[in-house]
Structures are given as C-alpha cells and as structure tokens.
Nanobody
Framework: QVQLVESGGGLVQAGDSLRLSCAAS????????LGWFRQAPGKRREFVAAIRDSASGGKVYYEDFVQGRFTISRDNIKNTVSLQMNGLKPEDTAVYYCAAGLQAGTVVGWSGGYDYWGQGTQVTVSS
C-alpha cells in the first residue's frame, strides 16, 4: 500500500511561482514512476509531468503546455516528488494530483497506468 499526500497549492497571481510536493509512504520508492496530473472544473484529468524510476535513469516527461515552465524532481531519500511551477497562467488553475506507478513500463501520460493517487491540492491562478 502506498499513500501519497500533496501540499503546496494555493492562490497566486499570473506570473507567480508555486512548488508542489508529494510525500509518499511505502517501500521501494525509488522504483516508482511518479506523475503529476491536474483536473480543472468541468474538464478531464490531464497529464502534466512524470519522472521515471531510478533504474530507468529518472527520465522526465512533460506535457507540451508546461514545457519550460514546470520542473518535476524526486528525492529518493525523503520519498518525495516535487513540481516547481513558474510563470503560472490562469489556465493552470486546477486540482493537482500526484500519482505513483509501481509497474515497470508505466505509461507516463495515461492516468490508468498509475496505481496510487493523492487527494489533490488546489492551485488557483488569478489574472
């Protein structure tokens, strides 16, 4: 069983930055693929970023709309994954979820490929 707890959301103005963190319980954290997704009101949950497990070199992936603005990172000692968000836009407003995929070859951009989810943290960007 893996528990994920997000933190760091809030209300900011356009152009500001936020850093989301997700603390994970469970064993073998370094073997998880970790992802961030978001869901805005009335919209489907969408992929934001992911980072592979250490054995895969920690390769990172980003959705096109966050390229150059968001950075995903992981700390295998602290069992955390973070999402640094710079240059926030009103369209980034959503509930942000972290997710853990325990299977080798997790399809990073597909929510169905992840085994565990956090409860989400709200990010609101005002114009």
């Amino acid at each position: 069983q893996v528990q994920l707890v997000e933190s760091g959301g809030g209300l900011v103005q356009a152009g500001d930055s936020l850093r989301l963190s997700c603390a994970a319980s469970g064993r073998a954290f370094e073997s998880y693929t970790l992802g961030w997704f978001r869901q805005a009101p009335g919209k489907r949950r969408e992929f934001v970023a992911a980072i592979r497990d250490s054995a895969s070199g920690g390769k990172v992936y980003y959705e096109d709309f966050v390229q150059g603005r968001f950075t995903i990172s992981r700390d295998n000692i602290k069992n955390t994954v973070s999402l640094q968000m710079n240059g926030l836009k009103p369209e980034d407003t959503a509930v942000y979820y972290c997710a853990a995929g325990l299977q080798a070859g997790t399809v990073v951009g597909w929510s169905g490929g992840y085994d565990y989810w956090g409860q989400g943290t709200q990010v609101t960007v005002s114009s």
